[in-house]
Every structure is written in structure tokens, then in C-alpha cells.
């Protein structure tokens, strides 16, 4: 079955760096787009960096742009997620999901499965 385990996560000081990953199996990596999504306290989820299947296009929601680059491997199944000039607002739990080139990524809520995620802390 698909497994998506995220890891990385962590407290850091404002202005820090982390890289997260996410590990997959049960699905052709390779054939799907892949996000990072957070979800923070009392705020809704949202999609913060997104990558076509084969890696060739990226986006980003505005507040992360210039600081947070999503990458893949597609020999490791594995996507990454560098985070740098952390701010108190990207305090959250991360998570990955995969999703068709064609169709988009998708609203939180429509997604069947989700891994644990991995909680970052950006805080003095």
C-alpha cells in the first residue's frame, strides 16, 4: 500500500535551515507530481512547494518563495524539501502527498492518505 514517511523536522531558530524528505513506496514514484503540505495550528492546510513528476517544474506559495526549494529523487522514491530563512510562521507539521501531472495538486481534503508528517519549530 502506498507509505509515506516524512522526516527531518525539528526546532530551529528563525533565520535557520532544515531539510525535510520524504520517503515513498507503494506507488511508481516517478509517474506522479509530489507536494509539501503544512498544516499549523488554527490555520487551514495548504500546499507550500509542488514538483512535476519528472521534476522539471516547480511552484511555490508566495510566503516561501526564495527561500524553500523542493527537489526529488526519483531513484530513491524521496523528496525533499530545503527550507532556509526559517520565520516563526513556517512553524507547522510538513507533509508529502503525490498527485497526476494532469490533474493538479489537490485540496487537503481530498486526499485518502496521509503519512505522520514532521513537525517544525521556528521559535527564539
Known amino acids: 500500500q502506498v507509505q509515506l514517511v516524512e522526516s527531518g523536522g525539528g526546532l530551529v531558530q528563525p533565520g535557520g535551515s532544515l531539510r525535510l524528505s520524504c520517503a515513498t513506496s507503494g506507488f511508481t514514484f516517478s509517474s506522479y507530481a509530489m507536494g509539501w503540505y503544512r498544516q499549523a495550528p488554527r490555520k487551514e492546510c495548504e500546499l507550500v512547494a509542488a514538483?512535476?513528476?519528472?521534476?522539471?517544474?516547480?511552484n511555490y506559495t508566495d510566503s516561501v518563495k526564495g527561500r524553500f526549494t523542493i527537489s526529488r529523487d526519483n531513484a530513491k522514491n524521496t523528496v525533499y524539501l530545503q527550507m532556509n530563512s526559517l520565520k516563526p510562521e513556517d512553524t507547522a507539521v510538513y507533509y508529502c502527498n503525490a498527485y497526476s501531472d494532469y490533474e493538479g495538486p489537490r485540496p487537503c481534503y481530498e486526499y485518502d492518505y496521509w503519512g505522520q508528517g514532521t513537525r517544525v519549530t521556528v521559535s527564539s
Open positions: 514538483i512535476t513528476s519528472a521534476g522539471g517544474s516547480t
